[in-house]
């Protein structure tokens, strides 16, 4: 019986194991066009999640600041403290927006236009 099991699971394990690579293949200018595409997509990435940054920081300094305007002894009805409350919130979102938004490429960075499952060079 252990002879049966052993012989079952090797047919399986060989039957596996038989679906290697295929005969597809990559040039090394379609290799070297994929590695460019998906370096251009992780770049305009960072370049999206940066300026996301520095909204987020604007929008943080302009939110507090007119929080601690509006919060001060003085309490002086002043449009300045409207203005920095809102456009702060406002730039506070639109980082937000913006950092969620930088992903996109980072999965457009993983389709590559290639087709093949093996990675032949021919030089």
């Known amino acids: ?3 049966l099991l052993i012989l079952l699971f090797l047919s399986i394990f060989l039957s596996l194991n038989t679906f290697g690579q295929t005969g597809d293949s990559l040039t090394l200018a ?3 066009e994929a590695i460019i595409y998906q370096r251009t997509q992780l770049e305009l990435s960072h370049k999206e999640f940066r300026t996301g940054t520095g909204l987020v920081l604007i929008g943080s300094l302009a939110l507090g600041a007119g929080a601690l305007l509006s919060s001060s002894d003085k309490k002086t009805d002043s449009p ?3 203005i920095l409350l809102i456009s ?5 979102f639109a980082g937000w927006v913006n950092w969620i938004d930088s ?9 590559w236009r290639i087709k093949g499952n093996s990675f032949i060079i021919k030089f």
């Not at 702060?88 to 506070?92: A, Q, R, S």
């Not at 992903?103 to 389709?111: L, S, T």
């Open 1 to 3: 019986m252990k002879i």
């Open 88 to 92: 702060g919130g406002v730039i506070l």
């Open 30 to 32: 379609a290799l070297k």
């Open 103 to 111: 992903h996109k490429y980072i999965g457009r960075a993983g389709r």
């Open 80 to 82: 300045v403290n409207d």
